[in-house]
Structure formats: structure tokens, C-alpha cells
């Protein structure tokens, strides 16, 4: 139907949130109907649009529509800025692991929530921010979704997490979700000027070029260039609840993820 | 006994780490006998001393000694530099969390194995490097320990994890460690430069201050002056298998690293 992409990567703090958000709105910016679904107990995405974390007994938001898919994507979602839908996301999220560890649906519950949205009302494109994790949160992403990029850092630690995150996308491609596939890796906080930079890319490439022939998830998939600069207007940003656009619109931060979106968009629009 | 650190923060990427490998060298070089604990199942600290991180039916790591602390610290660690001794991780030490789940002393074994070590073995200073998260192994290190030194980046997002971590070590404060307290935050990947990040290290500072008369865990820990600044050589040391005093002994990098190891001993050695 639509576009949707998981923000996908276990390691901590490498640009997931900072990706989505921009993204996400860079696209709705661009005239195209999004949904941004923040899956992370940190609720750092929603915190970054200036929307409220959800508090128990407020609004429902991820919380809620994972409890209980069949209250639907609308009622779990609020209209962040124009043509930019948000799932919020609440500390009770953390809770959801063991709240539905017993039920035999529990990774496909966002996928059930997003089938039962009616044509009309499905965004073009959907985002999804994961938590730093593998667990139930990230699968329910992976299930419900055709694509996963992975936001990093080219640096040599990061490089240690892509075997088991690539692993993972592989069950869930075998399992619930055949269509899953990994379409490319976002190089986030992005220095290209040093050399470290440089041949962790490298790898990245060769990497991606080995699977070509194969079947793996990622067979197609590549580094999305440029990367998104270090700019400290990204990490400013949130601090007053505005996507980059808003808080610095001329920056070199701004002209990356607008690029990105741009890029994101003709893909979809060339298929 | 000897100055005992836990490197904590459940917040990815944000310098853990690097810290706890250049810090426990640099204390190293000073002199002064080490012992570095890796806790955490990524063994990116032992990955970064060039040591290899456990196989199972290997030398017994930091997982074994968890499920059975009699093997004895010194079984389960290797001397990795001169006077640095390592207790490596393996991937195994994901599955701690399950295997100890039903075991009564599950949160203090890595105290009780501390605790057995016969006394002109032990080493001065121990430093614990903490996975990014709040569970069972960064427990059994809040237990082991008197001081906790929170490395983190001096960006808002990251101010948002510092409330529950503080409540995790009050919590550990109150109940099985009376004398774990917070000794003070490490910035990491700081520019200093920056108004953002002068604010949010003025945010930390009150956040400090405001503690001073009361009985919180932090109400003595402040923010060590400078910061460790973003230096790429730092990034590059880990995939060579070196502290970053032996690949790049005059970089930044390698001088705010050793300035803070001074920092550390000077103020042990001045009590
Ligand atoms: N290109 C950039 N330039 C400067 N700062 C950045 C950039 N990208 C991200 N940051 C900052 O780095 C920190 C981590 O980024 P972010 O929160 O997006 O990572 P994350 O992967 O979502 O983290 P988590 O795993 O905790 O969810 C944030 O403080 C963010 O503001
Ligand atoms: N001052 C610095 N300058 C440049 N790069 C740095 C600096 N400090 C850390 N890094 C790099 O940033 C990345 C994250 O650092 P590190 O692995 O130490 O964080 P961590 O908190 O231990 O992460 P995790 O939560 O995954 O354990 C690594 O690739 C590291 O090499
Ligand atoms: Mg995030
Ligand atoms: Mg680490």
C-alpha cells in the first residue's frame, strides 16, 4: 500500500530518533501524507515534536494500541504538524513485554492494528522509531513493515551490532513477515572527512556487495549517501520540541535529512 | 578497600566504554594495579583490549564467574596490559538475566566472587563497564561497588535517561549497598565549544547543586572538569586492539583520558 520503513538498530544513541523525526517530518514537508509511530519507551521521538509522552489514564497512544489493537491508529494517534500523524509512545511501554508475553499474537499486534486502518484514512508513508533493542517492541516493527533501515554511526564498535541485527531481520523474514527486507543503512553524526569514516563505509559496501547474489534480506540493500553531517542543531532541536526545519531551517542538518526525504520520496515515486 | 567504580548509564553509545578501557589503562600506566570488569554481553571492552571475548568451553569470562563466584576472580581474568587485569565478557552473559532469575543472591554475585579475593591480591582500583541498561548485570555492579561515574554526552536528550538512573541507585542505595553513592559524570565526545552543550552542563551542575544538603546518592558527585573531547582516534583505537595511549600517544584523545586518570588517583591517593 504505502511506504513503511523501520528505524531499526539494537546499539544505543546512533540517530534513530533524530532520523525519524526529521524524516518523517521532512517528508510530510514535502507534501505527502506520513504516520511516525514512536515504539520507544524512552518516547524520545514524541518528546522530540514537542507532544506529550502519554500518561496512564491520558490519551491512548503505542501503549494502549498494543494492548488492545482493534482501538485503531486513529484514536492512538495525534496530528503532530501537517500531514504528520504520531503514535506516541509512553514509559508504560516498557511494560509491554511481560504484559503479553503469553499472548500468541504479540509481535504481530501493530501489524494487526495498521490492517484494520480503512483505505482512505492510511498515510503514503509510515516511519517507524524502534528502541535500542531486539525484543518485542523492534519485532512488532519488523512485522509490520516491508523495510528497515539502519541508522549508524561509521565508526568500528558500530560495525560489531549489524551480524545479529541482520540475523534478526532474517527470522522475522523467514517467519511472519517474507516481505521484510533491509533497503539501506543511514550514516548518522557523519564526519566523511577521516579516514576511520571512510573504511568503515567501505566495509559497509563490501559487505552489502557480497550479498548481491544471494537471498538474504539485504541483497539489495546500500548506504544511502551523503551521510547526515554532525551538526549540533539536531541535538538542540528537541530541547524545544522542534523538528530541525522548524528550529534551524537554513542548516547543514536541515539540508541532510531534507535530501534524505527528497531521496526517500523519488524512490518510492520512480516504482 | 581499593577505589571500586561502576561506569554506568543505560543510555547507548555515550562513552561507557571507551572510558572504562582508557580510564583502567591510563590508571594503569600511573602505576597503579587495575581491574577492569566487562559486563556487558557486546565484551566491547574486551573486543577494544585486543582480548578475545569468551567462547564457551573457553578460559571462564565474567560469565562464569557470575553463574559461580567460587571459581574466583583471578581464574576468571587475564592480565591484559601491565598491572591491568581483565575480567572478559562474552555474548553468553545475555542469557545472565534468565539463568539467575529464581537464584536469591542473583544481584550480589559479583560481590560475593569480589569479596573472596585474598587480600594481597586484590587490585587498588577496579573499574566495572556497565551494558546500556538498568538490569541484572548492571545490578550485581551497583552492588559490588561504593562509586558510581555516569559517562554521558552533554546533549538534552541525554539529560532525559539521568532521572532513572539516579532512582536505580538510590534504590540499590537503600536496599543491599548503603555506601553506593555518585561520584560525579564523565562528558564524552565533548564539544566544549558549543553553547548547547555549555547548557546542558550548566543544567548538570544545578542538578548537583541542588542536592548538596540533602541525603541523596549524588549529593557530593559533580561533573569532572574537562570533558574527554571527540577525538576520531578514540574511535579508531578499538579496532586495532589498543588503548588509545599505544595508537596515538600525543592526540586529545589521549591526554583528556590520562588527565582524568590523574584526576582519579590524585583524589584516592589524597583521603
Ligand atoms: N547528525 C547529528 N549531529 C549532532 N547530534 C546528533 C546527530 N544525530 C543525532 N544527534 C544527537 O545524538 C544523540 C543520539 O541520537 P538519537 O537520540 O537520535 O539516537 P537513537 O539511536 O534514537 O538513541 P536511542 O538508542 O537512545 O533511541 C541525541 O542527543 C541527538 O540529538
Ligand atoms: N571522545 C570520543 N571521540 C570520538 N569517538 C568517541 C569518543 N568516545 C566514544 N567514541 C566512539 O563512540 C562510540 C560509542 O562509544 P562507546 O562504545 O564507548 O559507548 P558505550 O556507552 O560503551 O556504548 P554501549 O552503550 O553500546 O556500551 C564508539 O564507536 C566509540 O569509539
Ligand atoms: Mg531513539
Ligand atoms: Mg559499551
Known amino acids: ?16 530518533t533524530t532520523t525519524a523525526v526529521n524524516l518523517a517530518a521532512g517528508i510530510a514537508r514535502l507534501g505527502r501524507s506520513t504516520l511516525l509511530i514512536d515504539l520507544d519507551p524512552q518516547a524520545h521521538a514524541t518528546l522530540h515534536l514537542g507532544v506529550e509522552a502519554g500518561a496512564r489514564g491520558g490519551s491512548p497512544g503505542a ?15 495525534v496530528e503532530a504538524r501537517e ?3 504520531l503514535v506516541p509512545a509512553q514509559t508504560d511501554l516498557a511494560a509491554i513485554e511481560s504484559e503479553l ?6 509481535l504481530t499486534r501493530l501489524r494487526a492494528a495498521l490492517a484494520a486502518v480503512p483505505e482512505p484514512e492510511r498515510a503514503e508513508f509510515m516511519i517507524i522509531d524502534c528502541p535500542p533493542s531486539l525484543g518485542t517492541l523492534t519485532l512488532n516493527a519488523l512485522a509490520a513493515v516491508r523495510e528497515v533501515m539502519v541508522p549508524m554511526q561509521a565508526q568500528f564498535l558500530a560495525l560489531q551490532g549489524l551480524g545479529k541485527l541482520m540475523e534478526t531481520v532474517s527470522i522475522v523474514g523467514r517467519g511472519a513477515n517474507p516481505q521484510l527486507h ?44 551523503p551521510g547526515v553531517r554532525r551538526n549540533v542543531k539536531l541535538a538542540e532541536a528537541p530541547s524545544f520540541g522542534r523538528t530541525i526545519y ?3 531551517p537554513g542548516c547543514p542538518g536541515a539540508a541532510d535529512y531534507e535530501a534524505l526525504a527528497r531521496a526517500i520520496v523519488a524512490e518510492w515515486d520512480a516504482l
Not at 1 to 16: C, D, E, Y
Not at 101 to 106: M, N, T
Open 63 to 77: 501503549y494502549e494500541l498494543l494492548l488492545d489493537p482493534s482501538i485503531g491508529v486513529g484514536a492512538a494517534s
Open 246 to 248: 522548524e528550529y534551524a
Open 83 to 85: 500531514r504528520l500523524r
Open 101 to 106: 508475553v503469553s499472548a500468541p499474537d504479540r
Open 1 to 16: 500500500h504505502g511506504r513503511g520503513i523501520a528505524l531499526m538498530n539494537q546499539k544505543g544513541g546512533v540517530g534513530k
Open 182 to 225: 533491509v533497503t539501506g543503512v543511514i550514516l548518522c553524526n557523519h564526519d566523511a572527512g577521516t579516514t576511520h569514516a571512510r573504511e568503515v563505509v567501505a566495509d559497509l559496501d563490501a559487505f552489502f556487495e557480497q550479498a548481491r547474489s544471494t537471498d538474504r534480506p539485504w541483497r539489495a540493500a546500500r548506504v544511502y549517501r
